[in-house]
Nanobody, 121 residues
Framework: QVQLVESGGGLVQTGGSLRLSCAAS????????MAWFRQTPGKEREFVVA????????NYADSVKGRFTMSRDNAKNTVYLQMNSLKSEDTATYYC??????????????WGQGTQVTVSS
């Protein structure tokens, strides 16, 4: 059983930056593909980015491409999401997730509790 804990969310102005972290425990972190999703009230969960177990491959949603960067440190059992040039539409609860197979769908086996990101103008 893998436990995921996100951190780093907060309030930031439009155009600002935040870095989210997701720390994993309870499993073999380096075997899992990891992803970030986000959700706002009343809307479906949205794929943001995924990274392969090695970190050599990433897949971004078009809405964040060029602004967000996902990375991982397998020695620290942690993934990161560097978010730059933030827009109001990036406001959401951000969740990290883990699975054996990388995908853009929500079919991940393990989920964190989420961290809130609010972008104000």
């Amino acid at each position: 059983q893998v436990q995921l804990v996100e951190s780093g969310g907060g309030l930031v102005q439009t155009g600002g930056s935040l870095r989210l972290s997701c720390a994993a425990s309870g499993g073999t972190f380096s075997r899992y593909a990891m992803a970030w999703f986000r959700q706002t009230p009343g809307k479906e969960r949205e794929f943001v980015v995924a990274i392969s177990w090695s970190g050599n491959y990433t897949n971004y949603a078009d809405s964040v491409k060029g602004r967000f960067t996902m990375s991982r440190d397998n020695a620290k059992n942690t993934v990161y999401l560097q978010m730059n040039s933030l827009k109001s539409e990036d406001t959401a609860t951000y969740y990290c997730a883990a699975a054996d197979i990388l995908s853009r769908s929500g079919t991940y086996d393990y989920w964190g509790q989420g961290t809130q990101v609010t972008v104000s103008s």
